[in-house]
């Protein structure tokens, strides 16, 4: 069954460090997102791709994050400086259309900022 | 802003049992999908009912939606260790591509 891979599993960085998470969506997917749980919270959304811009954004994704899919079949996040509040769990999703379908979620990027 | 929310359960309950777990929220939704995460993994996608379905089976999953009073139901029959896990379920509303997460129930089926 197809697979949305994310790399590393574990990161650990020091505050104010730029970090970049990586993915790869399931291939014939339209869009792309990024969603976050810090620990023993909800898992909340950051950020929707498609057709290679932006579609929607949550408070969350301010001017330290962007997302950027660079060569049709990575998707990347990335935080620019670091901060300890951003220690969660990322988790990479793909969708084939948008509505009414599921979304296949990665098994999650750990980010550890200390 | 809409949000998916759980009854605030842990659930414990012995291997053959059913589960049952409940989702509501606030404003009009376009679907509501359940999810599965195992500790400490990534969510899987379990089943998926759309605003104008009441009820869905998948397995041994079956999820009703109730539109009138804004809720969900999952319920897992014959449960298996292998259903330990949390359970979320998420609201995708109309003209916003984006999933709004409760905040999940833990499960524990003893065997």
């Known amino acids: 069954e197809p697979e949305v891979t994310q790399t590393p599993s574990h990161q650990v960085t020091q505050m104010g460090q730029e970090v970049i998470l990586r993915c790869v969506p399931i291939s014939n997917h339209l869009y792309f997102y990024w969603y976050r749980q810090i620990l023993g919270q909800k898992v909340e959304f950051l950020v929707?791709?498609?057709?290679?811009?932006?579609?929607?954004?949550?408070?969350i994704f301010d001017d330290q994050f962007s997302v950027e899919r660079p060569d049709g079949s990575n998707f990347t996040l990335k935080i620019r400086s670091t901060?300890?509040?951003?220690?969660?769990?990322?988790?990479?999703a793909s969708?084939?259309?948008v509505s009414n379908y599921g979304y296949t979620f990665g098994s999650g990027t750990r980010l550890t900022v200390v | 802003s809409q949000q998916g929310e759980e009854d605030p359960q842990?659930?414990?309950?012995?291997e053959g049992e059913n589960a049952t777990m409940?989702?509501?929220?606030?404003?009009?939704?376009?679907?509501?999908?359940?999810?599965?995460?195992?500790?400490?993994?990534?969510?899987?996608h379990l089943i998926l009912i759309r605003s104008n379905e009441r009820e869905k089976h998948s397995g041994r999953l079956?999820?009703?939606?109730?539109?009138?009073?804004?809720?969900?139901?999952?319920?897992?029959?014959?449960?298996?260790?292998?259903?330990?896990?949390?359970?979320?379920?998420?609201?995708?509303?109309?003209?916003?591509?984006r999933l709004a997460f409760g905040k999940g129930n833990q499960v524990v089926v003893i065997p």
Not at chain 1, 83 to 92: I, R, T, V
Request: hydrophobic content about 30%; some cysteine; aromatic content about 12%.
């Open chain 2, 10 to 14: 842990a659930l414990s309950i012995q």
């Open chain 2, 22 to 44: 409940n989702c509501s929220y606030k404003t009009s939704i376009n679907n509501l999908q359940w999810y599965r995460q195992n500790s400490g993994r990534g969510l899987v």
């Open chain 1, 95 to 97: 969708s084939e259309l």
């Open chain 1, 83 to 92: 901060k300890l509040e951003d220690s969660a769990m990322y988790f990479c």
């Open chain 1, 48 to 59: 929707s791709f498609y057709n290679n811009e932006i579609s929607e954004k949550s408070e």
């Open chain 2, 62 to 97: 079956r999820v009703t939606l109730d539109t009138s009073k804004k809720s969900s139901s999952l319920l897992i029959t014959a449960s298996r260790a292998a259903d330990t896990a949390s359970y979320f379920c998420a609201t995708d509303f109309y003209g916003n591509n």
